[in-house]
């Protein structure tokens, strides 16, 4: 704890606890989303979504797949290898989801639909800076 994951159903409710009996605050309309795991409670997990927003969520409408956001402000450079010198393939705008099959210190290598490259780590929200994934 805590650790990252994805949101796996194109519907998923937050709640204000872990139960079906309390309100829901948010339901998320966007399969892998990142989110990140911050307690658990039998079968329900307190999440913290990309906004800062925190609630409860059922551990089936979660994926442990590796996805990050493109943190807001400016669209980021996806470049062809984990080296801010190598070429720039193209640019991913705030706010776009990709999904993250590895990261190497501060690079890790992302797809976003069809296309793919390496993102610095310090661009993104789904992953810490430094942490190895593969």
């Given at each position: 704890?805590?650790?990252?994951?994805?949101?796996?159903?194109?519907e998923?409710?937050?709640?204000?606890?872990?139960?079906?009996?309390?309100?829901?605050?948010?339901?998320?309309?966007?399969?892998?989303?990142?989110?990140?795991?911050?307690?658990?409670?039998?079968s329900?997990?307190?999440?913290?979504?990309?906004?800062?927003?925190?609630?409860?969520?059922?551990?089936?409408?979660?994926?442990?797949?590796?996805?990050?956001?493109?943190?807001?402000?400016?669209?980021?450079?996806?470049?062809?290898?984990?080296?801010?010198?190598?070429?720039?393939?193209?640019?991913?705008?705030?706010?776009?989801?990709?999904?993250?099959?590895?990261?190497?210190?501060?690079?890790?290598?992302?797809q976003?639909?069809?296309r793919?490259?390496?993102?610095?780590?310090?661009?993104?929200?789904?992953?810490?800076?430094?942490?190895?994934?593969?």
């Amino acid at each position: 704890m805590p650790y990252w994951a994805s949101i796996a159903s194109g519907e998923a409710m937050m709640r204000t606890g872990p139960g079906k009996n309390y309100p829901g605050v948010w339901l998320y309309k966007r399969r892998d989303l990142p989110i990140r795991v911050l307690r658990r409670h039998e079968s329900w997990r307190l999440i913290e979504d990309p906004d800062g927003a925190r609630g409860w969520m059922l551990v089936a409408l979660l994926s442990e797949r590796r996805t990050a956001m493109v943190k807001p402000g400016k669209p980021r450079a996806i470049h062809v290898r984990p080296d801010g010198n190598s070429r720039i393939a193209y640019q991913a705008e705030p706010g776009v989801v990709g999904r993250i099959d590895e990261c190497t210190g501060s690079w890790c290598h992302i797809q976003i639909g069809k296309r793919e490259g390496y993102v610095r780590a310090g661009d993104i929200w789904g992953v810490d800076e430094g942490e190895v994934v593969d």
